[in-house]
């Protein structure tokens, strides 16, 4: 399957997913990868993975995002040598990129059961005071990936999604809330773009 889902938000922000249903041989059709992008393919042992990464070239086609453009800082952090700001995300049979003029950050996740037995892990003391919230896939999963989108954009190595972190509260079916990163004792604030689909959820990150 192609593009799947596209959308612009504020003009400026573009957010591009992939569902993966074609072969890899079919994934690399039309693309032009360097020399460093196919040593990166090359680096990747399982389908899964090769396949994620090859979806993520074709939307960066459809966006002309030049190959040689995209770039990683030592972090592993893509960025974008023509000014532009990107982030990646992909899991299983979907990737995703968001791309805009400020600095975004960008990633999904699909529900899965075992995400409660890991909640304790990033769940902060105000984020769990609602027992059945807490307990939720749909709402852990959403929090998850909010704070994954917020690490991204963030791109300080280190930071604990427990005691950094935090997501505001939110409603089933808010698309727009606030998160914040706390590091030496400042608090940044981002906006969290929630997007909601039948088996994962998305969430973007882009600065207040």
């Not at 963030?154 to 930071?159: A, R």
Request: hydrophobic share 35%; proline share 3%.
């Amino acid at each position: 399957m192609p593009l799947s889902y596209r959308e612009t938000i504020a003009d400026n922000i573009q957010i591009l997913l992939w569902e993966v249903s074609e072969s890899e041989h079919a994934l690399q059709e039309g693309l032009v990868l360097s020399k460093i992008a196919l040593e990166r393919l090359s680096k990747r042992k399982s389908s899964v993975h090769r396949k994620g990464y090859l979806a993520i070239r074709q939307l960066l086609k459809i966006i002309d995002v030049q190959p040689l453009t995209l770039q990683y800082n030592p972090n592993g952090k893509p960025y974008l040598i023509d000014g532009r700001f990107i982030s990646i995300t992909h899991i299983k049979n979907i990737a995703a990129v968001a791309l805009s003029s400020n600095s975004v950050g960008i990633d999904l996740e699909q529900y899965h059961e075992k995400i409660k037995k890991i909640s304790q892990r990033f769940l902060s003391s105000d984020e769990s005071s609602d027992l059945k919230k807490a307990t939720d896939i749909h709402f852990l999963t959403q929090i998850w990936t909010a704070k994954e989108a917020l690490y991204k954009i963030f791109g300080t190595p280190g930071i604990d999604f427990k005691k950094q972190i935090l997501i505001y509260p939110f409603e089933d079916g808010d698309k727009e809330v606030i998160g914040s990163i706390f590091h030496q004792k400042k608090e940044y604030k981002y906006t969290l773009h929630f997007r909601y689909f039948n088996n994962y959820c998305l969430t973007l990150s882009t600065p207040i």
